[in-house]
């Protein structure tokens, strides 16, 4: 008798594209589902207050628990255990981030030619769409085009689809009503992603790991994006994914690693000659590390909180590096 198996994580919305299941074939959705709206507040960026118990167990955590906390995560991640299938992502997740890629990031590319942004492990498409809408928003005229990419071809389904139910959309700690306003058209199912921002991103199946492939797909772009995927990745492939982006990076351009191992991070990036941009620093890395668990150690993606006294500080947080020119 036909086995058929259904494996499934899924489905966060009935208009969602279903993935097609076939005989004999144990089907696994990598669609994330655990997505919850939150309340936000209009135009405030900053970020939900956390409540007052949340701070207070987060202090001590962050001061007393953590050299337990470091030593418990540093022997997670030497258990070497790591998922592909991961796909957790968010709109407007880092709005400091974001700030950095239309200031600094842009200055450094300068704004003469038509951009090109490389974006890897995209995941359901909130990621580029966040990125095209904030662009088009922050930088009136500014010519580009996200070229991004997911390693499973049902997360780029997804993303082509631009449709997104509201627990989707609105489980960002930082969602605000212009953002909605600019990026999407509301109907009675949720959120569909603006014609004008679709346009400015298309999709295709890549993986970080197959260099060759990416080199001949992408070239060479100035502004190459791939983050919270390389800490899914076992270390030794991890250092090989991030050669792989910086060949994607045109000498000049700058490549953004959010959510990567740090002290592997440190070490490649000085290797690979990259310099951090070091504006924001602080703020930047906090937002991104907005959705760890109190207890980020139990977690192999989780991430330590900013410490001052770390040496080599800058390389260490920084979710940003340039490749210089020369
Ligand atoms: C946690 S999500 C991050 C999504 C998005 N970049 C963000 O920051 O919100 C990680 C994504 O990486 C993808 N991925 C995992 N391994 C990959 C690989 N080897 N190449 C490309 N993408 C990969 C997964 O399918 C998933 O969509």
Redesign the pocket.
């Known amino acids: 008798m036909a086995c058929i198996s259904w494996q499934t994580r899924t489905l966060a919305s009935d208009n969602l594209p279903l993935i097609e299941f076939s005989e004999n074939r144990v089907m696994k959705s990598?669609d994330?589902t655990e997505y919850a709206a939150k309340p936000f507040g209009g135009e405030n960026v900053s970020g939900r207050s956390p409540t007052f118990r949340r701070a207070a167990a987060k202090a001590v955590i962050d001061t007393f628990l953590l050299p337990y906390a470091l030593l418990r995560h540093r022997q997670l991640r030497r258990q070497g255990q790591r998922v592909?299938?991961?796909?957790?992502?968010?709109f407007l997740?880092a709005p400091a981030q974001l700030s950095l890629i239309s200031g600094p990031v842009l200055d450094y590319l300068g704004r003469g030619e038509r951009l090109e942004i490389t974006?890897?492990?995209?995941?359901?498409g909130?990621?580029p769409y966040t990125i095209a809408s904030w662009l088009a928003q922050a930088v009136p005229g500014l010519d580009f085009h996200i070229r991004a990419?997911?390693?499973?071809p049902e997360?780029v389904a997804r993303a082509q689809a631009a449709r997104y139910s509201r627990d989707e959309v609105l489980h960002s700690e930082y969602m605000t009503q212009s953002f909605l306003d600019a990026t999407f058209e509301e109907d009675a199912d949720g959120y569909v992603v603006r014609p004008e921002i679709r346009a400015r991103v298309s999709f295709s199946q890549?993986?970080?790991?197959?260099g060759d492939g990416l080199r001949a797909e992408f070239g060479q772009a100035p502004l190459v994006?791939?983050?919270?995927?390389l800490f899914?990745?076992p270390p030794d492939?991890a250092a090989d994914?991030l050669r792989n982006l910086y060949s994607l990076t045109k000498p000049g351009g700058a490549l953004l690693i959010?959510?990567m191992d740090l002290d592997l991070r440190a070490e490649v990036t000085e290797q690979l000659g990259l310099v951090p941009f070091t504006e924001d620093l602080r703020r930047v890395y906090e937002e991104t590390r907005v959705h760890t668990p109190l207890r980020w150690w139990r977690y192999y993606?989780g991430t330590e909180p900013f410490m001052h006294l770390r040496p080599n500080r800058s390389r260490r947080y920084a979710t940003a590096f340039k490749r210089p020119a020369g």
């Open positions: 990598v994330y592909d299938d991961h796909t957790y992502t968010c997740r974006l890897l492990a995209c995941s359901n909130a990621e990419s997911d390693l499973h997360m890549a993986s970080l790991l197959d994006v791939a983050q919270n995927v899914h990745l492939l994914a959010e959510g993606w």
